[in-house]
T-cell receptor
Framework: DTEVTQTPKHLVMGMTNKKSLKCEQH?????MYWYKQKAKKPPELMFV???????INESVPSRFSPECPNSSLLNLHLHALQPEDSALYLC?????????????FGEGSRLTVL | GIQVEQSPPDLILQEGANSTLRCNFS?????LQWFHQNPWGQLINLFY???GTKQNGRLSATTVATERYSLLYISSSQTTDSGVYFC???????????????FGKGTKLSVIP
């Protein structure tokens, strides 16, 4: 079983909806990540939080809004998405000491935008 | 940025066969990981191996950092080994510690009974 938990596992939303993806880890890690993965492609980094501060935003559109309420939780708020945003969204965590280190992924949230 | 090339892109094996997957990278690294993505999309951490050799059951990995490549060995393959294997690296040296892993395009493995 993965120690990084993501909910929901599947989400279908319209372009006018607001929804959130949630991620939780209890490994004491201090870095948490959101990745986006399209079919038959490798994961692409979206955001990195290090010690609860946003340290990397890979030029992600503002319709994706990350939030790190505490060291164990990471949210991704979704608003006014486009059909091309349909993808697998992966949360990950690592110790976060001077670089990525060993990265652990959750099972992913598969998003479909209609 | 650092380039990561994986080979072969696709591999079909009979159950019980052995295989070697390769990952070449273009610069010095302080982080190299192998992941297996199962058909349901979960990315499973196989090895954290910036250098040296590790073994875990039927799987083993070797990274030769000075020659900028890593190998993943799968022995006595099983149908549950099917999926995509990704190599991911993080650049070492000046600017290291960027929290930015670069993934290769993956090797898609199909193990048939």
């Amino acid at each position: 079983d993965t120690e990084v938990t993501q909910t929901p596992k599947h989400l279908v939303m319209g372009m006018t909806n607001k929804k959130s993806l949630k991620c939780e880890q209890h490994m004491g890690h201090r870095a948490m990540y959101w990745y986006k993965q399209k079919a038959k492609k490798p994961p692409e980094l979206m955001f990195v939080y290090s010690y609860e501060k946003l340290s990397i935003n890979e030029s992600v559109p503002s319709r994706f809004s990350p939030e790190c309420p505490n060291s164990s939780l990471l949210n991704l708020h979704l608003h006014a998405l486009q059909p091309e945003d349909s993808a697998l969204y992966l949360c990950a965590s690592s110790r976060g000491q001077g670089g990525t280190g060993e990265l652990f992924f959750g099972e992913g949230s598969r998003l479909t935008v209609l | 940025g650092i380039q990561v090339e994986q080979s072969p892109p696709d591999l079909i094996l009979q159950e019980g066969a052995n295989s070697t997957l390769r990952c070449n990278f273009s610069d010095s690294v302080n982080n190299l990981q192998w992941f297996h993505q199962n058909p349901w999309g979960q990315l499973i951490n196989l090895f954290y191996i910036p250098s040296g050799t590790k073994q875990n059951g039927r799987l083993s990995a070797t990274t030769v950092a000075t020659e900028r490549y890593s190998l993943l060995y799968i022995s006595s393959s099983q149908t549950t080994d099917s999926g995509v294997y990704f190599c991911a690296v993080e650049r070492g040296g000046p600017g290291a510690g960027s929290y930015q892993l670069t993934f290769g395009k993956g090797t898609k493995l199909s193990v048939i009974p």
